[in-house]
């Protein structure tokens, strides 16, 4: 699990740790840092240079140039506002023998100190035209510049870093925007920090959440997921939903609604029926792939809602349920509720996602008392009391159509089996994203593969648990 902390978070941190060490002491661990990874990435290579901007990121440059200048290599910078370039860092990297240029020219690294957790709105012109004639491999300083820092958001041009190294702890750029390879510099920060704003989950926190039946399971008592999904049009939808539940866990998936059909020629094991009112007793349910939004499908979605257990509402419920709210009060306020969200679906539900993807899904959450996951190549899951997780994906395999009812089987099951729903919705987005990268190993897939890819995922995370 890897906690990450807004950036007014970690000054106030920054601020009592400054109050008992010595002046620039932390800037030039930080820097010392910068120039160790600097090395590294040279592999052999001797020439660097830096973009220097006006605030300490400039500086933790400056001074990575220091520390590589004394080991040899050659360091060129340009600074992007000279009168205000950090002025201990500018008189080191002069004395050890760093030149100051207009542009950066045949370099083999170049270090993006241009802007970090001070970082606000589009790059300046003059950073953004430096940025855009990069040709070297980048380490950028603390975020990658022209990314804000607190959301992850690009509005311009920004840097494209191939490694990132940070310091004191972990900042929300790191898990929601690409930073290419992330490494941590300690700066002694932790017993300032108190709890992340955010946590990441490692796989190993999935793996050991992911429940599997123990001596005296039956299979009944893993928990029942119920599928009410599919419609003559989208059967499709409910086969993938009903098998994802069904590779999940080891209990059992009851279907209902007018797919039942083609979910039985697919998953024998599946009890199948066509209608919601006799499906029988469930744990939780996944609602809305593929349903439909007629009046028939209200009536399912009230069900459910009606049925006082966990409830998963993905693609067509999300629409029923933003188009006429009333359906929320069929829901007992007692009655877990996981909302899964695209960006347009979440535009109908909660007005605009915006720059802001964690405060979008926070407010959203909050509104309606519910866990809140908005989809996206960094996946963010929110739950009613201010609680996220987020998930980035390292490659975009899962965007294909029907890739998200597998994502709200996975839910519904881990539901079923009594999981928190916030970690019910982060641990099945952990394991999607993973399905995906191993199913589809460089090549395109169909949702289809991505399902039979499930156990292998899950295999996975069990693994790095053990
Ligand atoms: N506070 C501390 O104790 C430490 C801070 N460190 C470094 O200090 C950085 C923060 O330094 P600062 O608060 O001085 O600020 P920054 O260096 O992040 O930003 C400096 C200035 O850049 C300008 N700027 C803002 N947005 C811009 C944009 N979009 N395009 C171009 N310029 C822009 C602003 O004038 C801003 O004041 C961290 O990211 C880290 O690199 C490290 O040295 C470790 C210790
Ligand atoms: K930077």
């Known amino acids: 699990?890897?906690?990450?902390?807004?950036?007014?978070?970690?000054?106030?941190?920054?601020?009592?740790?400054?109050?008992?060490?010595?002046?620039?002491?932390?800037?030039?661990?930080?820097?010392?840092?910068?120039?160790?990874?600097?090395?590294?990435?040279?592999?052999?290579?001797?020439?660097?240079?830096?973009?220097?901007?006006?605030?300490?990121?400039?500086?933790?440059?400056?001074?990575?140039?220091?520390?590589?200048?004394?080991?040899?290599?050659?360091?060129?910078?340009?600074?992007?506002?000279?009168?205000?370039?950090?002025?201990?860092?500018?008189?080191?990297?002069?004395?050890?023998?760093?030149?100051?240029?207009?542009?950066?020219?045949?370099?083999?690294?170049v270090v993006d100190g241009i802007v970090g957790l001070s970082g606000r709105g589009p790059l300046r012109p003059a950073a953004a035209e430096h940025v855009a004639h990069l040709d070297a491999p980048v380490l950028a300083v603390d975020s990658p510049s022209g990314v804000d820092p607190d959301t992850g958001a690009v509005d311009g041009p920004a840097v494209r870093a191939d490694v990132t190294v940070t310091f004191g702890c972990l900042k929300p750029v790191h898990a929601l925007a690409d930073c290419g390879e992330v490494r941590l510099v300690d700066l002694g920060l932790e017993p300032e920090l108190g709890g992340p704003d955010l946590v990441e989950l490692d796989l190993a926190d999935v793996g050991a959440a992911w429940p599997v039946p123990g001596r005296d399971d039956d299979k009944y008592t893993q928990g029942v997921t119920g599928v009410a999904a599919g419609s003559a049009t989208y059967p499709g939808a409910a086969v993938l939903a009903t098998g994802s539940a069904l590779l999940a866990t080891s209990g059992m998936v009851r279907y209902a609604g007018a797919a039942a059909e083609g979910v039985r020629a697919q998953w024998p094991e599946a009890i199948c029926t066509g209608s919601i009112t006799d499906a029988g007793r469930v744990q939780s349910w996944v609602v809305g792939p593929g349903l439909g939004t007629g009046l028939g499908a209200e009536d399912v979605l009230r069900t459910v809602l009606e049925a006082g257990v966990p409830v998963c509402a993905d693609a067509d419920a999300i629409t029923m349920l933003a188009n006429n709210p009333d359906l929320w009060d069929a829901r007992d306020p007692d009655t877990p509720v996981v909302l899964t969200p695209h960006d347009r679906e979440f535009e109908r539900l909660a007005g605009e996602v915006g720059p802001d993807r964690v405060a979008a899904a926070r407010r959203a959450a909050g509104k309606f008392d519910a866990v809140v996951l908005l989809k996206g190549h960094a996946t963010v899951v929110a739950a009613p009391d201010g609680r996220v997780l987020v998930n980035r994906a390292r490659t975009s395999w899962a965007a294909t159509a029907g890739s998200g009812d597998v994502l709200s089987g996975l839910i519904g099951s881990l539901l079923a089996a009594g999981l928190d729903p916030l970690l019910a919705a982060g641990c099945a987005a952990r394991v999607h994203v993973l399905a995906a990268e191993l199913a589809a190993d460089g090549a395109p897939i169909p949702a289809s593969a991505l399902l039979s890819a499930v156990p292998d995922a899950i295999r996975a995370a069990r693994r790095e648990a053990s």
């Open 1 to 109: 699990m890897r906690g990450l902390w807004t950036t007014d978070r970690v000054r106030a941190a920054e601020e009592r740790v400054l109050a008992r060490v010595p002046a620039g002491s932390l800037m030039r661990r930080a820097a010392f840092g910068v120039a160790v990874a600097a090395v590294d990435l040279l592999d052999g290579r001797r020439r660097v240079g830096l973009l220097v901007g006006a605030g300490n990121n400039g500086g933790d440059a400056l001074w990575a140039g220091y520390y590589l200048l004394r080991r040899g290599i050659a360091v060129s910078a340009v600074l992007l506002d000279p009168a205000r370039a950090h002025a201990e860092g500018l008189a080191a990297f002069r004395r050890a023998g760093g030149r100051v240029v207009d542009r950066l020219r045949d370099v083999d690294l």
